[in-house]
């Protein structure tokens, strides 16, 4: 099992930024794809960024591309981070940190993951 926390949620203004953070514990040595979701109001489940710990491939959904960064701890391989810049009000939402085991050409924004956490609300203001 792998257990997931998130943080680094808040309100910010249109045009600001924010660092989320996600802890990953437990049997974390059978994870090496980590992403971020984020759930909008009114809106389905949505697959932002994911990150393949093993060479640090990523990918992005289009609507984040240029603005948000995933990137991971070196050193713990157990945090993964999303750095969010130029935010909209269109990015507000609860995000969650996903995690599973698969190979790199299954880890994407569309992938299914098996561990979540609780999420982490952002709200963005115009």
């Known amino acids: 099992q792998v257990h997931l926390v998130e943080s680094g949620g808040g309100s910010v203004q249109a045009g600001g930024s924010l660092r989320l953070s996600c802890a990953a514990s437990?049997?974390?040595?059978?994870?090496?794809?980590m992403g971020w979701f984020r759930e909008a109001p009114g809106k389905e489940r949505e697959g932002l960024a994911t990150?393949?710990?093993?060479?640090?491939?990523?990918?992005y959904a289009d609507s984040v591309k240029g603005r948000f960064t995933i990137t991971y701890d070196d050193a713990s391989h157990t945090t993964v981070y999303l750095q969010m810049n130029s935010l909209k009000p269109d990015d507000t939402g609860m995000y969650f940190c996903?995690?599973?085991?698969?190979?790199?050409?299954?880890?994407?924004?569309?992938?299914?993951?098996?561990?979540w956490g609780k999420g982490t609300l952002v709200t963005i203001s115009s």
């Open positions: 437990g049997y974390t040595a059978t994870v090496d794809c």
């Open positions: 990150i393949y710990t093993n060479d640090a491939h990523t990918a």
């Open positions: 996903a995690a599973g085991g698969m190979p790199m050409s299954a880890c994407g924004t569309s992938s299914g993951m098996p561990y």
